[in-house]
């Protein structure tokens, strides 16, 4: 930690070498975003990758699991997994299609989800006087995932501090190194 104080102090003497190391991090920020951007983009999902905060789909999907989403596919079928939102709630649920019902004369779809590990389905979850989800509150379609990886995610917004100490010294260590 003695180093990155003394090339912090260092570097905070030499502007020309403290503006390119401040550009490499914006350069490193705004690259992490358009790669994010163009995840959106290929899946049609406001949300391509997403953690599993919760239980209810043991033993399919564990708490900390990341999945990644595709919304590009219009047509669901029970038993695929599904990202969905609920209006006036933040965070998405990830739960299996139980039931789909198609009105074959305007062509809409309603779907009724439940959690693998749960016993009842989710009409609790859904907002009030809602009984089935319909097609647009899907926000994609599981198709991969990344096995207890999304535990820091977890950690990090249980543990707000620990979530900007570790930014603070991404910053500290990425601002003090050398390039070549």
Known sequence: ??????????????????????????????????????????????SPVVVVLSGSMEPAFQRGDILFLNNAVEEVHVGDVVVFKIKDRDIPIVHRILKVHRNETTGKV?????????????????????????????????????????????????????KYVLVGLMGLFVLTSKEG
């Open 110 to 162: 309603d779907l009724l989800t439940k959690g693998d590990n749960n016993r009842v389905d989710d009409r609790g979850l859904y907002a009030p006087g809602q009984l089935w989800l319909q097609r647009e509150d899907i926000l994609g379609r599981a198709t991969g995932t990344l096995r207890y990886v999304g535990m820091v995610t977890i950690a990090l917004n249980d543990y707000p501090v620990l």
């Open 1 to 46: 930690m003695d180093k990155q104080v003394y090339e912090l102090k260092k570097l905070w003497a030499n502007k020309r070498q403290l503006t390119f190391q401040v550009l490499n991090l914006a350069m490193i920020v705004f690259s992490a975003l358009m790669i994010w951007k163009g995840l959106m983009f290929v899946t049609l999902s406001e």
